[in-house]
């Protein structure tokens, strides 16, 4: 069995920056696709973006050019960085093995709040 432990998130006025870190337990974390999803309060969650293996990446459109999501195997650690933040950015961040949200209900962990306002 996996987890996941969050950190990282923030206050942040519009345009301000944060890094987030995911720490992973387990000894096959270097196998995985990773992924980073969101929660906006009233909304679904939602995939932000994604890593393979072989640090192939992938992101939603609503933060591509603005986010970037990288991984440190030895560390077990997935990171985002988000730069250029919009209040739209304002969600609960989570991290996980990147799943099929529709068919498949993973376990999630705390998530870190990232709450972006002027």
């Known amino acids: 069995q996996v987890q996941f432990v969050e950190s990282g998130g923030g206050l942040v006025q519009p345009g301000g920056s944060l890094r987030l870190s995911c720490a992973a337990s387990g000894s096959i974390f270097s196998t995985y696709v990773m992924a980073w999803y969101r929660q906006a309060p009233g909304k679904q969650r939602e995939l932000v973006a994604t890593?393979?293996?072989?640090?192939?990446?992938n992101y939603a459109d609503s933060v591509r050019g603005r986010f970037s999501i990288s991984r440190d195997n030895a560390k077990k650690t997935v990171y985002l960085q988000m730069n250029s933040l919009k209040p739209e950015d304002t969600a609960v961040y989570y991290c996980?093995?990147?799943?099929?949200?529709?068919?498949?209900?993973?376990?999630w962990g705390q998530g870190t709040q990232v709450t972006v306002s002027s």
């Open positions: 890593i393979t293996s072989g640090r192939s990446t």
């Open positions: 996980n093995r990147a799943v099929d949200l529709a068919r498949v209900s993973p376990s």
